[in-house]
Every structure is written in structure tokens, then in C-alpha cells.
Nanobody, 120 residues
Framework: VQLQASGGGLVQAGGSLRLSCAASGRTFSHYNMGWFRQAPGKEREFVSGVTWNGISTKYADSVKGRFTISRDNAKMTIDLQMNSLKPEDTAVYYC??????????????WGQGTQVTVSS
């Protein structure tokens, strides 16, 4: 599956953004999916995950209560609604297939991420 993230931008602290990840490939609906982010000088980290059927979701403690992940298998998209943004949310955001049990990314290619910048 190939993935393309979009929807990033510059926003003030406390604001909101909605990221979207468009997927290609007929087996998209079989995959657990997730969002990751990488800030400058830091390792890529797990942000949120959703099971293949959209029933279960999980979040990193740093975003819990502020971010909401969702998916639409018919449209082959995964969205990340981000509210109450903080400067520490600034990063490039990527979507990827994941192991839902371990939050680990699967596959070799990350695809193009989308930059989120939160100003204080």
C-alpha cells in the first residue's frame, strides 16, 4: 500500500488541524494503520493507531484527549483530528501500516509526510 499524508500547516497554540492520509492498494481495509511524527533532532514516535475495522483506537499519552484518529475504508483514508495543539506537537507527521499490538510500523516505505508547525 502506498500512502500520502496531507493537511499540515502552521497554527497557533490551542488551534486545530486535521490531517488526512490517502492510501492506494486493494488490501487497505485489511490493515491496522497509524500515525507517527518526527520532530527535528528526535526519533520518529508513535502518535495514534486504529484497527483495520476502525473499532479500536489507541493514542500516545502525549496526545490522548486532544487527538482523534478515524478511517474510512471506502474512501481509503485515515484522518487525524488534532485539537488543542501545543508547540511540542511540531513535527513531520506520517501514516503507516502498524502492528496494533506493538505500535511498530510495518513495511519499508513511509511515504511523504506532512509538516505541522505550532507557534507559541
Amino acid at each position: 500500500v502506498q500512502l500520502q499524508a496531507s493537511g499540515g500547516g502552521l497554527v497557533q497554540a490551542g488551534g486545530s488541524l486535521r490531517l488526512s492520509c490517502a492510501a492506494s492498494g486493494r488490501t487497505f481495509s485489511h490493515y491496522n494503520m497509524g500515525w507517527f511524527r518526527q520532530a527535528p533532532g528526535k526519533e520518529r514516535e508513535f502518535v495514534s493507531g486504529v484497527t483495520w475495522n476502525g473499532i479500536s483506537t489507541k493514542y500516545a499519552d502525549s496526545v490522548k484527549g486532544r487527538f482523534t484518529i478515524s478511517r474510512d475504508n471506502a474512501k481509503m483514508t485515515i484522518d487525524l483530528q488534532m485539537n488543542s495543539l501545543k508547540p511540542e506537537d511540531t513535527a513531520v507527521y506520517y501514516c503507516a501500516r502498524i502492528s496494533y499490538a506493538t505500535n511498530s510500523p510495518l513495511g519499508d516505505s513511509w511515504g511523504q509526510g506532512t509538516q505541522v508547525t505550532v507557534s507559541s
